[in-house]
């Protein structure tokens, strides 16, 4: 994933050039990431003869958006989190006003690069389905049902839990992984299978090194869950039972991809890097 | 305005017909406006020969924007209001958390409104524009400017208000009047410079009410600007002189739609609602 970062980091420079104080928070909450998703739409693209300069737009305006989520999820009325991708959150490092503005602008900017010519005749398909990823249906209402399961008295169970993954994180995942074949018209099925696979085993993952992470490495807070009495797939499944659980999810993610041979190897990689990260 | 307002608040109802919380506050944040924006969409299309039920979902899109942008700009960390549109606030309503999320799915749901093939070959101009008016060089930028020249120690310029508020709420303004022109495939000059005139003219009818209104009819907090020592148009031109101006930027906006003959005579109307309203 290297490449990608240094592809899609080149691509922010020359985006968001401006030296106001906007431009460098923006910069800033886009630095430092995996870039996983960003990663996804390149190499979804390249599955389906997409041109890496038009994906990479694509690619940009997933990492926008995720960029957007988290710095909105950072801020003290929601999560309340200081450390991320081992760096200050961006209302630590500037203020709350800064923060809520920049990841505003940040997901305005998802839809301006998303919104040309260059994406041919899917373009419309692609906003589309960024925006219902990304909304009341997506991400967003997967946040609300966070924010409520905190305040329940009851404990999510396993399916809600697995709702709850698939709308906050999943959505997001999934229009990554679709991307390229959605810009080349192809069907989507075989990358939806995969990505449904994928964000799930992500999200075990993440509970895994909630558990088993120092927060140096891992670069955000660790123990929260816990700490919040939070019902996650570890405290519900075991450790080992979870661990089981994301190795099965990751053999399933590369067997969706039996249709692209060993083109799909790169894909397949990045499912077993998912659940092998330790940040 | 009123036929715009109940066609509007209809697709409101659609659009938006979860039972959920989040659906209930993205409703609450678009009702009790005055709906310009979007009035000023489907006069727009109809002088440009658009299909009403069409041009409908781009007043619904810049109404859902406008919405985010002002929930986002009463939170306590921006403008800290207590009063919009004659009642609390979102986070006075529900809390701070869920009006970052209603705004949030507000933003996202302009665009996936924009992104139908219904809109025709120009539905990704569209798209862009609105990225552009909202984002980082448009809405969000202008709001920067705002909260730079509240902890600045030298008052505005008039040039600098005048660009504050061209970003922050003149773009807007201007999609709105333009869309109907794009999305047609017509030239968008006449529309534009009345635009310019008519977002003028609203932003010194605002620094007017602000002075001269009640909250209770206003339907939001007054005297505000001269509390935090503010320069607005009022103070740095006087009351009378900033009348003067307003009516000159209307006879200005009016003249702009001579191209339209009669036909334009709705969006003249507009231009003086605009600096003679109360609220």
């Known amino acids: 994933m290297a490449r990608t970062q240094d592809l899609i980091s080149n691509r922010v420079d020359w985006v968001l050039a401006g030296e106001d104080t906007l431009s460098d928070a923006m910069r800033y909450a886009l630095t430092g ?8 739409v390149l190499e979804s693209a390249r599955l389906h003869g997409v041109d890496e300069q038009v994906a990479l737009d694509a690619a940009l305006a997933i990492e926008c958006l995720h960029a957007y989520s988290l710095v909105h999820d950072d ?4 999560d309340n989190d200081d450390l991320r991708r ?13 923060a809520v503005l920049a ?17 041919g005749p899917h373009a419309l398909d692609l906003i589309r389905a960024l925006a219902q990823a990304a909304g009341k249906e997506g991400m967003v209402s997967g946040q609300m049902l966070d924010i409520a399961a905190e305040s329940s008295p009851e404990p999510l169970t396993l399916a ?6 698939s709308r906050k994180t999943g959505c997001l995942i999934s229009w990554s992984a679709m ?6 018209g192809a069907d989507t099925t075989p990358l939806r299978h ?3 696979a994928l964000g799930l085993a992500f999200q075990i993952a993440d509970d895994i090194l909630d558990v088993e992470g120092d927060a140096e490495t891992v670069g955000k807070r660790v123990r929260k869950d816990a700490a919040a009495g939070k019902a996650t797939f570890v405290s519900l499944l075991g450790l080992e039972a979870a661990k089981a659980r994301a ?9 969706a991809l039996d249709v692209y041979g060993d083109q799909g190897d790169t894909l397949r990689e990045a499912a077993r890097f998912v659940i092998s990260r330790d940040s």
Chains 1, 2 share one sequence.
């Open 194 to 196: 995969y990505a449904d």
């Open 33 to 40: 990431g995996k870039m996983l998703r960003g990663f996804l």
């Open 75 to 78: 801020l003290p009325c929601m």
């Open 86 to 98: 081992g760096m200050p959150t961006l209302h630590r490092q500037w203020d709350e006003g800064l």
């Open 247 to 255: 190795v099965e999810l990751c053999d399933q993610a590369c067997a």
């Open 179 to 184: 991307a390229g074949a959605v810009i080349a």
């Open 160 to 165: 809600q839990i697995i709702q709850l993954q």
């Open 103 to 119: 990841g505003d602008a940040l997901q305005s900017l998802a839809f301006e690069l998303l919104a040309d010519a260059k994406f």
